[in-house]
């Protein structure tokens, strides 16, 4: 069964370093997304992404956000200059097509912990 | 989107039928219901989803209210495995899932 996943499953950095967090979502998948969620609170939206572009971003996804589909497989997010807040699970997702009947798969998530 | 209200938590026995309340009561006639369960220490993963008529999958049934403001996730035998925060996301237009709170399953062996 075809799956979203994620690298590094755990990413350890300093507070002000830059980290990218790696995605490969399923491949017949157009739409693309980023969601967040702090330790013991609810998975909070980022981001999606279609056709190379931003379709959407909540007030999170400040200008220390970015994302990026840099060959037809992966799907990156960068934080440029990391705060302690950012400690979280990040969650990657992919979806077919935006048909309201459609699902969202997800990967297993990428725990980030901001020294 | 529609606001959604679900229990924090429930507490089933093994075995059993669990049925999981959500209302969403400001919901329009064009969104669809969908039911989205994270095990522990991992992503959200889909049930069911629903627009008028109750539906059933291999993991879940889920029945719809007449007037749709209301929505029941049916676990027909509980298992350890499926102890997880169960989420009620009304799909409308836009992209994104909104989750809210869901209702944490605790299933008694």
Known sequence: EPEVTQTPSHQVTQMGQEVILRCVPISNHLYFYWYRQILGQKVEFLVSFYNNEISEKSEIFDDQFSVERPDGSNFTLKIRSTKLEDSAMYFCASMESTGLYNEQFFGPGTRLTVL | ?109
């Open chain 2, 1 to 109: 989107d529609a606001k959604t209200t679900q229990p924090n938590s429930m507490e089933s026995n093994e075995e059993e039928p669990v049925h999981l309340p959500c209302n969403h009561s400001t919901i329009s006639g064009t969104d669809y219901i969908h039911w989205y369960r994270q095990l522990p220490s991992q992503g959200p993963e889909y049930v069911i989803h629903g627009l008028t008529s109750n539906v059933n999958n291999r993991m879940a049934s889920l029945a719809i209210a007449e007037d749709r403001k209301s929505s029941t996730l049916i676990l027909h035998r509980a298992t350890l495995r499926d102890a997880a925060v169960y989420y009620c996301i009304p799909r409308g237009t836009g992209n994104q899932f909104y989750f809210g709170t869901g209702t944490s399953l605790t299933v008694i062996p």
